[in-house]
């Protein structure tokens, strides 16, 4: 389980955060807010990039608090520009995996087979999003975070993507954590939803 216990945070002149938040393998809890209310920060607290001015942060009761973002077991997938144009879908694959993995593998998981050797560049957006995933099945990290990443797609793309998405989360029972302003992800994809208001969470009704 991914655990916030009592997590504290300000910025100066913002209104400062307290999330209490349980996120079990396999499952992913939607994140809602208006924007500016913290929905970025609190992933940025749980990738790395702030560090909580109090409480914690545990993955399956261990403390992830101390560790670089760079060692965190986190992937995070944006809205865009998840993968480098002049690189080929397999080199993206590759990024951030120590040992060789198989990327036609990967990329076949996520749909895209024969295209290892593209560079991303000539990808749609949607196959681009699909490489980011693969690379995200090669890392295999047990947190996974999702900061809007199906609003630059169109309708059908975002829908198979979500579904890939919902599939992979399950499969290797990830702990995700989705922000969004559309409640139609939260609708297809969640297992539970938060409302981010006041600095603080509530269960969404
Ligand atoms: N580095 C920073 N320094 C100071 N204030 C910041 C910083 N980053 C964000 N903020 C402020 O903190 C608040 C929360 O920002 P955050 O990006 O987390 O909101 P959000 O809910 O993700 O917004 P959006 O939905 O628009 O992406 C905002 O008022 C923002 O201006």
């Known amino acids: 389980m991914l ?6 945070f300000a910025y100066p002149k913002t209104t400062p955060y307290l999330f209490n938040l349980n996120v079990e393998a ?6 809602a807010g208006k924007s500016g ?9 749980v990738a790395g990039f702030q560090s909580p001015q109090g409480g914690e942060i545990f993955l399956d009761s261990q403390s992830i608090d101390g560790l670089a973002p760079e060692a965190r077991p986190v992937s995070i997938l944006f ?10 879908a397999a080199e993206n694959v590759q990024l951030g995996s120590a040992e060789d993995i198989d990327a036609a593998e990967k990329l076949a998981e996520v749909g895209l087979t024969g295209f290892e050797g593209q560079k991303c560049a000539s990808l749609s957006g949607g196959q681009q999003q699909r490489v980011a995933l693969a690379r995200t099945l090669a890392r295999n990290q047990p947190i996974l975070l999702l900061d ?5 797609l169109d309708g059908d793309t975002a829908n198979q993507m979500r579904d890939l998405v919902k599939q992979l989360v399950i499969k290797n029972k990830w702990h995700a954590i989705l922000v969004s302003h559309h409640r139609a992800d939260f609708d297809a994809l969640a297992n539970r939803t938060m409302q981010l208001e006041n600095g603080q969470l509530s269960e969404l009704s």
């Open 3 to 8: 655990t916030l216990n009592n997590v504290q």
């Open 79 to 88: 809205q865009k520009d998840n993968v480098f144009a002049h690189l080929t």
């Open 26 to 31: 396999g499952e992913i809890i939607g994140i």
């Open 37 to 45: 209310s913290g929905k970025s920060t609190l992933l940025d607290l």
């Open 148 to 152: 809007e990443p199906f609003s630059a």
